[in-house]
């Protein structure tokens, strides 16, 4: 699959270290607009920077999934009652936390212990943000 730099939106405006949302959201539209093509889909880091991108593109009048299809990560309750529902990766967040709370307190019982990859199951989540 082919990236487009341009289209890693991983900033923020120039100055502004703690954002608001109308900043973040400004910003969204300002990256958005300096592009002379869309991507496809955008696959976000978590479900509220996948709301603020709806909610910008909703204003741009970019129909979703029709034009651009969007895909959040963690499958937070708020992408169930947005229009159009937010297609996501469901965490199991209480298996996530138990295993990084055994991680830690492996790390603090033994600090020299080697360090160790985790994987964690996820399930894909379809909604009408991707066209299903």
């Known amino acids: 699959m082919e990236i487009n730099e341009s289209w890693c939106l991983t900033k923020n405006k120039p100055g502004i270290l703690h954002p608001d949302k109308k900043d973040y959201k400004s910003y969204i539209q300002e990256e958005l607009e300096k592009l002379s093509v869309l991507p496809q889909v955008f696959i976000c880091a978590n479900d509220f920077v996948a709301l603020d991108l709806l909610n910008v593109l909703n204003k741009m009048q970019i129909k979703i999934p029709e034009d651009i299809k969007i895909l959040g990560f963690d499958d937070a309750p708020e992408a169930r009652i947005i229009s159009p ?42 909604r009408a943000s991707t066209g299903d």
């Open 85 to 126: 529902k937010l297609s996501t990766v469901h965490i199991h967040s209480q298996i996530l936390g138990f295993s990084a709370t055994q991680l830690l307190l492996s790390r603090i019982n033994e600090p020299d212990m080697n360090f160790r990859t985790m994987h964690c199951e996820t399930n894909l989540v379809l």
